[in-house]
């Protein structure tokens, strides 16, 4: 999986998780979204303690994830790092 495609999953999912559409995944909007076949790749992470994982602290924790995953940093995760 490329970083193009990883972000573009996670991109879909943020997008449908957002019910409300106001760029932020509140604690129950989140918690719905990993009810429904949500995994590691679609977490995010609150970094400002304000209850709510906005756009910026979502995309932020995928890059902080992906360069954690591509073991080889070829920009590309394979079966043995996903």
């Not at 495609?5 to 449908?16: E, K, L, T």
């Not at 019910?19 to 009810?35: I, K, T, Y």
């Not at 992470?45 to 994830?65: A, F, K, M, V």
Request: aromatic residues 10%; without cysteine.
């Amino acid at each position: 999986m490329s970083g193009f495609d990883f972000d573009s999953a996670r991109m879909s999912f943020f997008n449908q998780a957002d019910l409300n559409g106001d760029f932020a995944l509140s604690p129950a909007e989140m918690e719905q979204a990993m009810a429904h076949g949500g995994s590691r790749l679609f977490e995010g992470s609150d970094t400002n303690g304000d209850g709510t994982i906005s756009l910026d602290e979502y995309l932020e924790y995928g890059n902080q994830l992906f360069g954690s995953l591509d073991a080889d940093g070829d920009g590309v995760l394979g079966p043995g790092e996903m």
